[in-house]
């Protein structure tokens, strides 16, 4: 159970008993029994950039503005230092404006290709990748006590996942406090809503950590990497590419953390290992997932 | 472990030892010890439908011609009876070009839009709605003896994910027999594949049940209800949207299922209950997931 210490770490803390965020729904179980079970609500949220409708997500729906910064900044549709001038919510019709001084670079671009391209989504893939190309993060060290205590506090936090089982969790660090955890029903959209989180409030990434609960795809990777933070952590796999993007930009990754274990397969240089791994306990079997043993 | 029997089921099943599907990558572990893993590669792949780019996905890279198909006509790109006369594939550009006789439905919208949405696949998002109004899908019974079967039987079944521990699985089955099992890194990616597997194969849906790793959000149950298969289950939870749109199109969803348990929020109406479940053992704990109990 999570104690008081481990809670007062977080800024943005899930909250399990939100009742906007599930619903009860009526059902049979195996048995043929009426059950009611909490259920997680999901919205579609469409995000406009300025004039330009830009993409429909769904999400739970607790952080719609953030979702839509971070999205934006994370698929470089907004750059660094862009002049952001108002993030509008509507949810009536579930959609949020976000609003810059002049046109993006972007919106530029994309009536250029309008002809040659449906996706906002696909065309950008590019573009992030050429938006990659030179970056290098910072080099601040990363302790492996940090780690260990961060999954430790992290899996002990009472969460939408453990009330309703459907969604991925993402948590923004420092050093070994966790600070600010997301939810939501695609573990992007989590991602999404602590980068724009940090655009909101103006916090710096060099001296971050992020931890998800999910795969260190190159999706994944590349988010990270945009939100400059140079830690990347998991207790699931890696994906090859994911690994390789790492390598380019400087990123520690480290993935399948479970107990004293992990892998690191990029940026072990950052590594400063002052926890010795037989003190920390072997994982509890409840956390293990089918396949934990490769 | 898998019998002869359990595999001798599919028609394609997960080829775990597939070389050019993972890559050996080095690193180091949580001693600083160096070592070797397998982690699965990830490639772009750009799909256009005639001449029109549509998105770039990340997939495995095992079916693409099966894996843009699949996007295609669950995004409802592709219709009913839309006259497909070419797929093809570019191994080294990394694209797939799916052709059809005229120019689709799709291709006209999105020119007559073009000035006002920036992300094709955003702007389906309200086609694909739209396109299942109306929908009912075929009142097949599914048997609950079935249902345990196959969970059983795709339990054992070696996968990518038990070797590389990184992707999501889906499977195509149909009574007790599991037949088309695909993964991806992208969970929505593997539904896709059997999708475009279907509509090559010329193969029928409504006698069909799909089985999934992973949550059954609205997404995974609007793909379900486009591919025309009216049971979907998995041993995740649901989202309250996902379970609405279900009941609007009459699809079986079944959740939470593990071991003897299940439980089933639409169309239960098509369960035959012809298994004990007393019979039916609990839930091996390395099984278990985090939150299992709720």
């Known amino acids: 159970m999570a104690t008081r210490d481990d809670l007062s770490d977080y800024i943005i803390a899930p909250d399990p008993d939100a009742r906007r965020l599930t619903r009860a729904v009526a059902g049979v179980d195996h048995t043929g029994a009426p059950v009611d079970i909490r259920v997680i609500e999901e919205r579609p949220l469409t995000i406009y950039l300025n004039r330009q409708e830009i993409v429909t997500a769904m999400t739970i ?39 810059t001084v002049g046109e993006t670079t972007y ?43 961060l999954a430790q506090k992290i899996n002990r936090t009472p969460s939408l996942y453990l009330t309703a089982g459907a969604i991925h969790g993402t948590v923004l660090c420092r050093q070994d406090r966790p600070l600010v955890y997301m939810e939501d029903v695609g573990r992007h959209n989590a991602v999404d809503k602590i980068a724009g989180w940090m655009l909101s409030e103006r916090v710096p990434a060099a001296d971050k950590i992020l931890y998800t609960t999910g795969r260190l795809t190159s999706e994944m990777v590349i988010k990270t990497a945009m939100m400059g933070i ?11 590419w ?21 892998v690191c397969l990029s940026g072990a240089e950052r590594l400063v290992r002052d926890a010795d791994p037989a003190s920390v306990p072997e994982e509890d079997r409840k956390h293990r997932r089918k396949g934990a043993a490769s």
């Open 230 to 240: 140079p830690v990347l952590a998991s207790r699931s796999g890696f994906t090859a």
């Open 61 to 99: 729906g607790d952080y719609p503005e953030y979702l839509a910064l971070g999205f934006l900044r994370n698929q470089g549709m907004l750059k660094d230092g862009e002049e952001i001038i108002g993030v509008d919510y509507d949810e009536e019709v579930e959609t949020v404006v976000v609003r």
């Open 242 to 262: 994911g690994v390789e993007i790492a390598r380019q930009v400087g990123l520690t990754v480290i993935g399948r953390m479970r107990g004293r274990r992990f």
């Open 107 to 149: 919106e530029d671009k994309l009536k250029k290709k309008t002809r040659t391209s449906g996706c906002a989504v696909g065309t950008v893939f590019g573009d992030m990748m050429e938006g990659l190309e030179g970056v290098t993060l910072p080099r601040t060290p990363v302790r492996t006590s940090w780690l260990y205590a």
